[in-house]
């Protein structure tokens, strides 16, 4: 059996964590700057509530790496009546796992929603905006306010919503988690319709991330509608170095893709 998450709060991040967090609701600054980036904390939701914030949303996307296919982010707000066993990193979990955990974390959770944005999105904002953008909507879809967004990695820039970005965070929050499911289970559905549109891509087989075999088709074929334009795609003398590197997914990666 894998081994669950470690998902407890060290003492010591509990002290810096809620110095900052009351500052911030008296309106007063960090008291240094990279006191609002935090590192490695788990169970920020359970914190944030004791500090009588109910309505905390985890954030996490999919898709910022692949040739073809929207980027998709999710916002969860977990129920802590209702906790959802096995919730992981989406990384480390079999598709079989990701889809029946996706649909206990959307029947248990306060609240879940999707944003995305499509190639076209993509090729005019540059992949980092799109990404804001599609975390945006995501927690626009829950429908109601939230307290704070706690978001995997760097701290957004163009972000109207009270934030706290964690490193690791998919791997170490809870709630961060549970969304980098949701997102990699929707993401991969869709993309996999996108099959029975363009077969000759093989969209069912790497979900639209530069494997060798998606390289050689795009090389044969040409790009389709769905494909983004702003994201590069070797060369024939540059093909043999396609397959050198493994995508999330399992399948191979060129180290070029942007």
Not at 6 to 30: C, K, W
């Amino acid at each position: 059996m894998p081994r669950e998450a470690d998902f407890s709060l060290p003492d010591r991040i509990v002290t810096r964590l809620v110095g900052a967090i009351d500052r911030e609701a008296e309106g007063l600054p960090p008291r240094r700057r990279p006191a609002r980036r935090f590192f490695h904390p788990p169970c920020m939701e359970d914190l944030l509530r004791r500090r009588g914030f109910s309505f905390v949303a985890g954030v996490d996307e999919a898709g910022r790496g692949p040739l073809a296919g929207p980027v998709v982010a999710a916002a969860v707000v977990l129920d802590p009546e209702r906790p959802v066993d096995g919730i992981r990193d989406s990384k480390k979990l079999t598709p079989v796992a990701r889809l029946r955990l996706c649909r206990e974390i959307r029947s248990a959770a306060l609240g879940v929603g999707i944003g995305m944005v499509d190639a076209e999105g993509i090729d005019r904002w540059n992949i980092l905006c799109a990404t804001e953008e599609a975390m945006r909507r995501a927690v626009e879809g829950l429908g109601r306010p939230v307290d704070w967004v706690l978001v995997d990695g760097v701290r957004l820039r163009r972000f109207p919503y009270r934030q706290i970005a964690l490193t690791g965070g998919d791997r170490r929050v809870p709630s961060i988690a549970a969304a980098s499911i949701v997102a990699k289970t929707v993401r991969d559905r869709l993309v996999e319709s996108y099959h029975r549109l363009f077969p000759i891509y093989r969209f069912d087989r790497h979900k639209g991330y530069p494997t060798g075999e998606h390289g050689r088709a795009v090389l044969r074929h040409g790009p389709s509608p769905i494909h983004r334009k702003s994201f590069h795609v070797p060369g024939e003398e540059e093909e043999k170095e396609w397959g050198e590197t493994k995508s999330e997914d399992g399948g191979k990666r060129s180290p070029r893709h942007t």
